[in-house]
């Protein structure tokens, strides 16, 4: 593997067509998936590390946000990528913030009501690295489902040809989905953050015995959340996968997604639903411990 820091570098250094996974460090097993998937394609694995300030509505959330750029090149390397591509903000915003990308109605709902301008700093970096890496894949998990529908429809609106792929979200031991926010939950309400995966869960289990209400869905859920009264819900939602926009019943692919507050830190989970089969994705469970948790 090598390190590279320019989007030129990056170009010059695939062997093949690039198979592409951004994140903004602090990597633990979800990220490793998409590495590992990346890196079964054949192309040229390039994971980017870059902690965007343009999706940061909270200047102290960006500040505290967890870097470790040598930690998380080792276990990249070890997951399977090529090119480690860290720039800076120069490289990546050289004409400062004056060029941006906005996704218009797709970011609307949920996160976007809570955090206002976060997808136009997702879509405007997304279509940097799809311009200057010019991958042929692109790999992201399904936890930031929202996310996930906003990066297809700037790669249709852009015609980037890109192939988006979207890969389960990665769980801990007991069902929490792995976030680097994990690691800030204290140890007195961590038990409380697993209304959220247990709201799914109950979501998913009416669904897959045949409900396809959203609002009886959504009851379903919001009881189980309810249950802790520490969590607090912003939203609770069921929206079409492809253009986050919240439906009435399933009759399309769709998800089920939760946000709360939990101890002061803000958690974002959901399940994937096919609406043909009613099948859930709910996610790849861990048998041990994350590396989140390992000492640096």
Partial sequence: MIIVRTFGEVRAAAHSAVSLVPTMGYLHE?????????????????????VN????????????????????????????????????????????????????????????????????????VVAKLFAGVQPRRAFFGRKDAQQLAVVRTLRDGLRFPVEVIGMPTVREQDGLALSSRNTQIGKGVRREALSLSRALFSAADAI????????????????????????????????????????????????????????????????????VTLATDRGIMLDKQSILYEED
Avoid: W
């Avoid at 990220?31 to 590390?49: E, F, K, W």
């Fill in 30 to 50: 979800g990220h490793m998936s998409l590495i590992g998937a990346a890196s079964q394609t054949g192309d040229t694995t390039v994971v980017s590390l870059f």
């Fill in 208 to 275: 897959e015995q045949g409900e396809r209400d959203s609002a009886a869905i959504a009851k379903i859920a919001r009881s189980v959340a309810a249950a802790t009264p520490q969590v607090e819900v912003e939203y609770l939602e069921v929206a079409d996968s492809m253009s986050a926009a919240p439906i009435e019943e399933i009759d399309r692919d769709a998800f089920v997604a939760i946000a709360a507050k939990v101890g002061g830190v803000r958690l974002i989970d959901n399940i994937a639903v096919d609406a």
């Fill in 53 to 124: 300030p343009t999706q940061f509505g909270d200047s102290a959330d960006f500040v505290a946000y967890p870097h470790n750029e040598a930690r998380d090149a080792a276990i990249a390397e070890a997951a399977g990528c090529d090119i480690f591509f860290a720039p800076s903000a120069d490289e990546v915003y050289p004409l400062g913030h004056r060029v941006t990308v906005s996704v218009g109605g797709v970011g609307d709902a949920m996160e976007g009501r809570f955090r206002h301008g976060h997808f136009e700093g997702v879509a405007t």
